[in-house]
Nanobody, 124 residues
Framework: VQLQASGGGLVQAGGSLRLSCAAS????????MGWFRQAPGKEREFVAV????????NYADSVKGRFTISRDNAKNTVYLQMNSLKPEDTAVYYC??????????????????WGQGTQVTVSS
């Protein structure tokens, strides 16, 4: 599976962005999909995860209520809608796929495939 993240950019605090993660090579309809981010000098951290059907989601406390993860299995794509952005949301955002179970996993080591990342910069 190849994952291609896009949609990042520069936005002012309070603004919105929508990230996309397009998969190719095979369907991701049975995979748990997650978004992670990594700020300069920090470890990669969990942002959001969605079940294979899209019926279940989970978020990091820092983004809960502001970010929404969704998926369109017909398009083989996962999204991250980011609203009310803050400067501390500045990071490279990565999408990832977990194929080994249906658990809503949140650690980087449990994901099997990674996209290349897209930069999100929020100015104050």
């Amino acid at each position: 599976v190849q994952l291609q993240a896009s949609g990042g950019g520069l936005v002012q605090a309070g603004g919105s962005l929508r990230l996309s993660c397009a998969a190719s090579g095979r369907t991701i309809s049975t995979y748990i999909m997650g978004w992670f981010r990594q700020a300069p000098g920090k470890e990669r951290e969990f942002v959001a995860v969605i079940s294979w059907s899209g019926s279940s989601t989970n978020y990091a406390d820092s983004v809960k209520g502001r970010f929404t993860i969704s998926r369109d299995n017909a398009k083989n794509t996962v999204y991250l809608q980011m609203n009310s952005l803050k400067p501390e949301d500045t990071a490279v955002y990565y999408c990832a796929a977990h194929r080994r179970s249906t658990n809503m996993v949140v650690t980087t080591t449990q994901y099997d495939y990674w996209g290349q990342g897209t930069q999100v910069t929020v100015s104050s």
